[in-house]
């Protein structure tokens, strides 16, 4: 890769799409184990220019400044508490308008690389609620004039937090002789009431805004005494780690850093990319050596090291671990993950100094330091619900409250579009941005955007859901496959409503009805294959394929290790499925007669035979 020229595939793109479906997929994921994505390091410099303008240079000037601090003299504010929590304040605030996770080209953003306030500042994109239906006032999924002013003031409150000089309480003074005091409570209470009144209604700009980690935080900024918010700020980094941690047990994980490493710009040895394959180029599945930095680098560190900085007492361990974790997210952050959630794994990197060196156990910050076991006990409760509930049920809960970030188990999709029905995207919905393909024609001839679409699928197929999700929509397109237009459903979302993260749940059944209400598919137009993640004590997914035009069609199950022992161009074949049910509906005749999609036959199935649509 040069500077300013990537390393796309060796192929002709004139006659690329002529190719089997599953040639493409063995083309563009052979290339990524040597190349990865194939971005010139242009965008690599972007991003790292973003981080230290935006949000290290600006980020950390606002939070000294008004907090009385130069912010050259880093020894009088390292370890000061405001400047943390205004840097907790900094990030919400660039994730909420889409300029820090899921931005530019690596989240499919070519044009415009900015999502978040272009779509959440415009009435009549597309809203998705939590639980449509079932919560007061929150049914539709269009974005209203009253969703863009709960939005705006949250941008406001959030920068009047960010601004206002701290304020002292009793307990900080207590404990620390001379501070700058705290961000004031009464500017917090409401950014968490907008919080969740915007999360009720719309779940994009709720996890857009990474709540389920910062809005915790600000809780305990807000109601809690000093000591004790400390230590509740410990636990809730220690459970997100842990959380990771143990959702990384498992094959998945092993499937996710291969291509990770392939993808990381500073690695310029093509022997050790290929190491972490089985035998490039043949089989590609995990080699040892992956399977080791995955659950020896990865998963024993990330459950290890954070329950010794939250229980250690020893000052050179646990300096040493902090150490650890500090390497550990920079070197995340230097692989630049397609997620790219950069500035997340910077404000991790500086809370493990700050809440571990900085307040460490000895000093009175430990644990049991806390002024109640009773509120210790609720803290770790109310922390650990959502990572216990979502890996017994993923399906009620997305993966990021689940803490199973870039675990490699989470919910996917595939779209598939009959010849032309995808331009019905543009054609009907309204939003700041076109779909991938259609951003990359600025740059890109028509064929070349082609090959980098299908890039994106090659970079699925590295993982076990691409198995199943090209297996699945083998069976339900036939030889149509080869004719119709799949897309990776993670980088069309994000064009649609600026966010998704890697979380299927963004763009499951709910997003495809919203999509058809604008669009009018007809049946076999539009056709979604979806899968759940693994539950932690399953060795079986749950999927789903859903017809835009008729909802949900299928639903079923695979066993995982079917998909983790395939290739990703399937040569074997389709995976098996276990068809627990389908809806029978005769297409031909449903274009005429609305009423069999509105009252289809149903039945239930159990053989593991595909359904032709």
Not at 317 to 331: N, Q, R, S, Y
Request: hydrophobic fraction near 50%.
């Amino acid at each position: 890769m040069g500077f300013m020229t990537g390393n796309p595939p060796e192929v002709d793109p004139a006659t690329f799409l002529e190719r089997p479906f599953l040639d493409r997929i063995r083309v563009t994921s052979t290339h990524w184990v040597e190349n990865g994505f194939g971005s010139p390091k242009m965008v690599h410099t972007i991003y790292i220019l973003k981080l230290l303008v935006v949000y290290i240079g600006a980020g950390l000037s606002i939070a000294t400044f008004t907090s009385g601090h130069n912010v050259l003299d880093i020894g009088a504010w390292w370890n000061e508490p405001i400047v943390y929590q205004k840097l907790i304040l900094w990030t919400v605030l660039l994730e909420s308008i889409g300029f820090a996770g899921s931005w530019g080209p690596l989240a499919g953003h070519f044009k415009p690389m900015t999502g978040g306030f272009r779509y959440y500042l415009r009435p009549g994109t597309i809203r998705l609620a939590p639980w449509p239906g079932k919560v007061p006032l929150t049914s539709g999924d269009t974005r209203t004039v009253f969703d863009v002013a709960l939005y705006a003031a949250l941008l406001v409150n959030l920068v009047l937090a960010l601004i206002l000089p701290g304020a002292h309480t009793a307990s900080i003074d207590a404990a620390i002789a001379d501070n700058s005091g705290l961000v004031r409570p009464a500017v917090l209470f409401p950014i968490i009431a907008l919080l969740v009144i915007i999360g009720l209604r719309d779940k994009i700009i709720f996890l857009a805004a990474r709540s389920e980690q910062y809005l915790p935080a600000i809780v305990f900024s807000a109601t809690l005494s000093f000591v004790d918010m400390i230590v509740a700020l410990k636990l809730l980094i220690v459970v997100v780690w842990v959380g990771a941690g143990i959702s990384k047990i498992g094959h998945h994980f092993s499937m996710v850093v291969p291509p990770m490493i392939s993808n990381t710009p500073w690695m310029p040895s093509k022997a050790v990319k290929r190491a972490h394959y089985r035998n490039y180029p043949n089989d590609l599945r995990p080699s040892k050596v992956a399977g080791g930095v995955a659950h020896v680098l990865g998963t024993i560190v990330e459950v290890a090291a954070p329950l010794v900085l939250l229980f250690s007492t020893n000052r050179t361990l646990t300096l040493v671990t902090v150490a650890l974790m500090v390497a550990f997210h920079l070197f995340i952050l230097s692989t630049f993950p397609l997620a790219v959630p950069l500035e997340w794994n910077l404000l991790f990197t500086f809370a493990t100094i700050f809440l571990f060196a900085g307040f460490p156990a000895w000093d009175g910050y430990g644990v049991t330091d806390m002024s109640s076991m009773w509120l210790l006990a609720a803290i770790v409760a109310g922390l650990l619900f959502f990572p216990i509930l979502g890996n017994l049920r993923p399906d009620l809960v997305s993966f990021l409250p689940s803490m199973r970030q870039y675990a490699g188990n989470w919910a996917s999709a595939t779209w598939a579009f009959a010849p032309s029905a995808e331009a019905k995207l543009d054609q009907f919905i309204p939003r700041p941005a076109k779909i991938t393909r259609t951003q990359l024609l600025d740059t890109f001839s028509p064929e070349e955007a082609d090959v980098v679409m299908h890039q994106l699928l090659g970079f699925r197929s590295m993982h076990s859901q691409g198995r199943a999700l090209f297996s699945l929509m083998i069976n339900h397109l036939g030889e149509d496959i080869d004719t119709y237009t799949l897309r990776e459903a993670e980088f069309s979302c994000n064009s649609l409503v600026a966010f998704n993260f890697g979380d299927g749940h963004f763009h499951n059944e709910h997003l495809i009805a919203a999509i058809q209400r604008r669009c009018n598919f007809a049946p076999g137009e539009f056709l979604v294959a979806w899968i759940e993640s693994q539950p932690i004590h399953k060795g079986v997914q749950e999927y789903k394929v859903i017809d835009a035009a008729l909802g949900v069609i299928e639903r079923g199950t695979y066993k995982t290790a079917d998909a983790i022992n395939e290739q990703p161009w399937l040569p074997n074949g389709p995976i098996p499925f276990d068809v627990q049910w389908t809806l029978e509906v005769d297409a031909n005749r449903a274009l005429t007669d609305p009423g069999l999609i509105e009252e289809p036959k149903m039945h239930e199935r159990g053989d593991s035979s595909g359904v032709h649509s």
